[in-house]
């Protein structure tokens, strides 16, 4: 069996470089290694909401996914990132029943950490995968060498910019209680931002 590490969401920010994506920051629980993901973004929406505890007015895809397979017994036990080809991200998703052996089914990374989101289960990453993939980032989002201190984890959860661009898309899609929930966070990040 290969050495998985366990990981956990960072950070989410809107993509500089992939036009209408986000990039989701996932770090070593016991580690200085991170590894930026690509994720669309209605997978960016989710993890946005959920790492920010924001409510929605109805369930969303993800949290339908899970009424649905929690009423047949089926849970998502953990998430594997297992492969990096091209750039592509290879996952799992371990389900279990209440009876039967454990399932291991195919997702795209940004679908998985969301199922992770939405069950609460651990995400790990190949031992593979971190070599490939894992860098050692400052606060900025910068790259460190690996020899330097990398003091403090602190970074923010969603930059503001990142949260501009849901806003927009909640009320392109009229969902106008989230988008104002995203707004008074924007105006509360603005305001520590100001202290």
């Known amino acids: 069996m290969k ?3 366990p990981v956990k969401i960072l950070g989410l920010s809107y993509s500089q470089s992939n036009i209408g994506s986000y990039v989701l920051v996932l770090s070593e629980i016991n580690g200085r ?5 690509i994720i669309r973004p209605n997978e960016a929406q989710y993890v946005a909401i959920k790492l920010e505890s924001v409510k929605s ?3 969303l895809t993800y949290d339908l996914f899970k009424s649905m397979t929690d009423a047949m017994d089926c849970h998502v036990t953990e998430v594997s990132i297992e492969g990096l080809v091209e750039g592509i991200f290879f996952c799992s998703l371990k389900m279990k029943g209440d009876s039967g052996p454990a399932r291991h089914i195919p997702s795209a990374v940004g679908d998985a950490v969301s199922l992770s989101l939405a069950y609460g289960c651990p995400i790990y ?4 995968v971190m070599e490939l993939a894992g860098v050692v980032m400052g606060d900025d989002g ?6 330097q201190d990398n003091a403090g984890d602190g970074l ?3 930059s503001v910019e990142g949260l501009e661009k849901m806003l927009a898309e909640a009320i392109e899609d009229e969902e106008y209680e989230l988008a104002s929930q995203l707004r008074d966070k924007i105006s509360l990040l603005r305001s520590k931002a100001e202290e």
């Open 142 to 147: 910068e790259v460190e060498d690996e020899g």
């Open 3 to 5: 050495k998985k590490i």
């Open 57 to 59: 007015s109805s369930p």
């Open 125 to 128: 990453v190949s031992k593979e």
């Open 33 to 37: 290694r991170k590894i930026p993901i």
């Open 156 to 158: 923010s959860t969603l």
